[in-house]
C-alpha cells in the first residue's frame, strides 16, 4: 500500500479506510501497526507560488519499499509530468509551475509503484487530489463598464433606478475573498446604492429631480471584496443617469398681444399669421393645440395648430369686407394635448391666452354679383327680343363706380343671348330650339365703368321649356308582306312612333288610317292604346298579279297642345306563302333580287375589276416610261433649259451613229438634212453652202451661226422664237482638229499656243506650261 506523507503545516482529511496498512508520516517518524487505519488522498497547494524553487506538495511512500532502490514511483493523470513531477526513487512530489486557482481548482493524479528490473506492477494505482488554495488575487469585476439608465423627473426619494452587479473570481467557500461590498464614489447627493444588492436608488425628494433644472448626471459605483475591509481589491463602473421628461410644465405666449393685418382681398384658408407658445416639456408632452374662445373676430377667423413647429396659424375663415368692418380682435387660448400632472404648479393656470389683433386694409376690388350662379327658364317659341332675366352686380368698395355688362361669347358662340349693358338685362337674339340644346350655359361679365380691369363674371345657366312644336313620326321605316290567299283582320305589322318633344305628362301617340284612298278597302289599322298600333288585312285575298305593292299612310297625332300629326307610309307587298304563311315568292322586283348575286358576290366581283384596271393601268405607265425622253423637257423657257441625253457611242469605229465629218468640217454638213422638231414640208427653205475662211478667231464659227439664224427666220415651219435650235459645229482650222482618229491628219510639227493667252487667266497657265515644253523641246 502507498501511504502519503504531508507537510505538517497542512491539514489533512481522512477519506477512504485501508486494511491491515498503516501510513508512514515524515519526518521519519515510525508508527505503530494498528489492526486498521486510514489512507489520506488530498493534497493542498497554495494558488501563485512566487519562490524560485520547485513547490514541494507532499511524498509518497509504499510498504513495498524496503530501500534497496528497486522500486520505482510512476505518476499519472491531470498535469502529470509537466505540472506536476515525481521523484522515482523516493516518492516526493513536486509542483513545476505557478498555479491559478482561477484556471483550475484542482487536479485528479494516480500513482503506482513497479519493479525497476522487471516493470510489473507490484501494486495498483492510487488516485489521489491535488487542491489549489485560494488567495485574493482577482478584483471585482461589473458586467458592464458602462451602464446607460434613466428614471422619471420628478420620482420620489428611494426610488430604483437600476442594479449593478459585480463578480470576483476568487473562491467564495474560501474566506471574505470574493464577498463584496457596493458604494457610490460620484453622484451625491443624488443618488444612494444599497452596499449588499448594487440596487441604485434616487436620494432627493420629487422638488429637486426636476428634468428642465437638469437632465444628466454621471454616477461612479464601486465594488470591493474582503466585505469591503481594509486591504481589499476595488473594481468601478460609471453609470449615465438621464431624467425623462413628464408633463409638468403647461404651455406659455411669448407674448401676450400680436398684431397682424391683411387685405380684404385675401381668399378663405388663407394663413393671415403664426403665433407660438413654448413648453418646456419635450415630445408628446409639449404638443399643444390653440383655438379662438373670444373676440369679434371669433366667426370670421380660425386658427389651426403646425404639427411640426408646435405654431398656432391664423386663416381666414369667412370673407372680409373693408366697407363693413375695418378691424378684429381675437381671443386665443392654448393648452396641452396631453393630461397634465398639477402636482407641481400649485396655483398655477393650465391654460394661457393670448389676444390677436387684425387689420383690415382696403382693396379696389372688381364688381360684386349678387349671387354666385343664376339659373333661368324660357319657353323655346319664345320670340326674338324676350326677356329671360337679369342679373345684378355692384361695386362693393366706397366709390360706387357704375357698372356695365357683357357676355362672354366663348360661351355663347351661336350669339344666342345678349345683355343690357346697363341694367343686366338678358334677352334672346335668335331663335331657340329645345330639340337642339336644352340648356345654354353663358357667362356675363361685370365691369367697372370707370376701370375696365376691374372684372368678374358669373354663371348662367338658362333652360328651354319644352313646346310641342314636333310632330311623332315611325320610330322606324315599316316593310312587310301579305300572303295572297290570307284571312281578313290578320295583322302583318305592329308600329310605334316617336316625337322629338318632351312633354310632361309623357308621349300619348294615337294611329289611324288615312281617310282618304284606295287603300282603305284593303287594310286598316287597329290602335292599341300603348303607343303602338297594329295593321289589319280586310281582305281575304289579294293578287300579286294584280297589284304587287300597297302602300298604306298612317295617320300619327300626339296628344299634346298644340296637336301635332305626321302621316308614316307603311309597304306592304303581296307574296306567295305557303300553307303555314310562310314567304316563298313575291313581286317581280323581289323575285329579282332574290335571284341574283349576294351581296358578298357583287362585292368581291367590283374588287376584282378594280384590280385588273389598277393592272392594266400600272403596265401603261411602265410602257410609256420605255419611251425615248424628249430632248427638250420643259416648253416654258428653253433659253436657260439644261440639254440632257443618254445617248452614248459606239466608238470610233462606230461610224452609223453619228456623221462624225460634220464634227471635222462644216462643208461635209448634209445640204438636205431636215429638221428634228419640226414636221417635213416641201417648204422648207434648202440650207445655204458656206464657205469656210481659215482662220484663228473663229470666224467660221460665227459665220455658222449667222447662217442658222438666217434660216430659222426664213422658215415659216420653224418653232417659236423662243425655242432651241440644236445644231452640231466644231468649226474649221481647229489646231487640235478632231479628237476621232478616223480621218484625223496627225502632224508633228511645230504649235504655237499663244492664242491661248487671249482666252483669259485660267488659259495663260495652259499657255505657259505647253509653251515651256516646246521651249524645252527645242533647247
Not at 129 to 140: Q, R, T
Not at 406 to 420: A, G, K, P, W
Request: charged share 25%; with cysteine; net charge negative.
Amino acid at each position: 500500500m502507498i501511504h502519503i506523507t504531508f507537510q505538517n503545516r497542512w491539514k489533512c482529511v481522512p477519506l477512504i479506510p485501508s486494511r491491515n496498512r498503516t501510513m508512514r508520516v515524515k519526518p521519519r517518524k515510525l508508527l505503530k501497526r494498528f489492526k486498521r487505519g486510514w489512507m489520506w488522498n488530498q493534497f493542498f497547494l497554495q494558488e501563485e507560488y512566487t519562490g524560485s524553487d520547485k513547490q514541494y506538495i507532499g511524498k509518497l511512500q509504499s510498504d513495498m519499499d524496503r530501500g534497496d532502490g528497486t522500486l520505482k514511483y510512476i505518476l499519472s493523470g491531470d498535469g502529470a509530468g509537466d505540472i506536476f513531477t515525481i521523484d522515482e526513487n523516493n516518492g516526493d512530489l513536486h509542483a513545476n509551475k505557478r498555479l491559478d486557482r482561477e484556471d483550475k481548482a484542482y487536479y485528479t493524479l494516480r500513482a503506482t509503484v513497479v519493479n525497476k528490473n522487471t516493470g510489473m506492477k507490484l501494486e495498483p494505482e492510487t488516485e489521489f487530489i491535488v487542491k489549489l488554495h485560494d488567495i485574493n488575487d482577482n478584483e471585482p469585476i461589473f458586467t458592464k463598464e458602462l451602464y446607460t439608465v434613466s428614471v422619471p423627473e420628478r420620482s420620489n426619494m428611494g426610488t430604483s433606478v437600476t442594479q449593478v452587479t459585480a463578480t470576483d473570481a476568487d473562491d467564495s467557500m474560501y474566506g471574505n475573498s470574493a464577498k463584496l461590498r457596493y458604494s457610490i464614489s460620484q453622484g451625491h447627493p443624488y443618488f444612494s446604492v444599497e452596499p449588499d444588492t448594487g440596487i441604485i436608488r434616487t436620494a432627493l425628494g420629487p422638488g429637486e429631480m426636476d428634468r428642465e433644472k437638469r437632465e444628466h448626471y454621471q454616477v461612479v459605483i464601486e465594488a470591493k471584496d474582503m466585505a469591503g475591509q481594509r486591504g481589499g481589491l476595488t473594481g468601478t463602473t460609471m453609470v449615465n443617469i438621464t431624467l425623462t421628461d413628464v408633463n409638468d410644465n403647461p404651455p406659455r405666449f411669448s407674448q401676450s398681444i400680436y398684431q397682424f393685418s391683411v387685405p380684404e382681398s385675401m381668399k378663405v384658408g388663407t394663413p393671415v399669421g403664426r403665433i407660438k407658445a413654448v413648453d418646456k416639456d419635450l415630445g408628446k408632452n409639449a404638443e399643444m393645440f390653440y383655438n379662438v374662445v373670444g373676440g369679434d373676430g371669433l366667426d370670421m377667423f380660425d386658427v389651426i395648430t403646425d404639427k411640426d413647429s408646435q405654431e398656432g396659424i391664423i386663416t381666414v375663415g369667412k370673407p372680409l369686407d373693408y366697407e363693413k368692418t375695418r378691424s378684429y380682435t381675437l381671443e386665443i387660448q392654448v393648452q396641452n394635448t396631453q393630461i397634465l400632472d398639477t402636482r407641481f404648479l400649485g396655483y398655477l393656470p393650465t391654460k394661457d391666452m393670448a389676444t390677436v389683433r387684425i387689420g383690415i386694409e382696403d382693396v379696389d376690388e372688381p364688381p360684386l354679383f349678387e349671387r354666385a350662379s343664376y339659373v333661368m327658364e324660357v319657353k323655346e317659341d319664345a320670340a326674338v327680343g324676350t326677356a329671360v332675366g337679369s342679373v345684378r352686380a355692384m361695386d362693393p368698395d366706397g366709390y360706387n363706380s357704375p357698372v356695365r355688362y357683357s357676355i362672354d361669347r366663348r360661351t355663347d358662340l351661336d350669339r344666342l343671348f345678349n345683355v343690357h349693358s346697363g341694367n343686366g338685362s338678358i334677352f334672346i337674339t335668335r331663335p331657340l330650339d329645345r330639340e337642339e340644346a336644352a340648356w345654354h350655359n353663358i357667362s356675363v361679365i361685370a365691369t367697372e365703368f370707370n376701370k375696365p380691369l376691374q372684372t368678374s363674371r358669373v354663371p348662367v345657366y338658362i333652360r328651354l321649356l319644352d313646346v310641342n312644336d314636333n310632330a311623332p313620326t315611325f320610330a322606324s321605316f315599316y316593310e312587310t308582306f301579305v300572303c295572297e290567299k290570307t284571312k281578313a283582320g290578320q295583322k302583318i305589322q305592329t308600329v310605334s312612333a316617336v316625337d322629338a318633344d318632351d312633354p310632361a305628362g309623357g308621349h300619348k301617340f294615337f294611329f289611324s288610317l288615312a281617310t282618304e284612298g284606295a287603300y282603305r278597302g284593303n287594310f286598316t289599322v287597329r290602335d292599341n292604346g300603348d303607343n303602338t298600333a297594329g295593321v289589319l288585312t280586310r281582305r281575304s285575298s289579294y293578287s300579286r298579279l294584280h297589284k304587287s305593292v300597297y302602300l298604306v299612310p298612317v295617320v300619327i297625332t300626339d296628344g299634346d297642345f298644340p296637336m301635332q300629326s305626321s302621316t308614316g307610309t307603311l309597304t306592304v307587298r303581296v307574296c306567295t306563302c305557303d300553307r303555314e304563311g310562310n314567304m316563298e315568292l313575291c313581286n317581280a322586283e323581289a323575285q329579282t333580287s332574290s335571284a341574283g348575286l349576294s351581296t358578298g358576290a357583287l362585292v368581291a366581283i367590283l374588287l376584282c375589276v378594280i384590280i385588273l384596271l389598277m393592272i392594266v393601268v400600272l403596265f401603261a405607265a411602265l410602257k410609256k416610261q420605255k419611251k425615248k425622253e424628249p430632248l427638250i423637257i420643259s416648253k416654258e423657257d428653253v433659253r436657260d433649259n439644261v440639254v440632257s441625253y443618254n445617248d452614248e457611242g459606239g466608238g470610233e469605229e462606230d461610224t452609223q451613229a453619228f456623221d462624225i465629218g460634220a464634227l471635222r468640217n462644216p462643208e461635209a454638213i448634209e445640204e438636205s438634212k431636215q429638221r428634228r422638231d419640226i414636221i417635213p414640208s416641201d417648204t422648207l427653205y434648202p440650207p445655204l453652202r458656206r464657205t469656210a475662211i481659215p482662220s484663228r478667231d473663229n470666224a467660221d464659227v460665227r459665220d455658222f451661226i449667222n447662217q442658222r439664224v438666217q434660216d430659222n427666220d426664213n422658215n415659216p415651219t420653224a418653232p417659236p422664237y423662243d425655242s432651241l435650235a440644236t445644231y452640231a459645229y466644231e468649226g474649221t482650222g481647229s489646231v487640235a482638229e478632231s479628237l476621232s482618229s478616223l480621218g484625223s491628219a496627225s502632224s508633228e510639227g511645230d504649235q504655237d499656243y499663244n492664242y491661248l493667252s487671249d482666252w483669259g487667266p485660267r488659259f495663260r497657265k495652259l499657255a505657259d506650261m505647253y509653251g515651256a515644253e516646246d521651249s524645252d523641246c527645242d533647247s
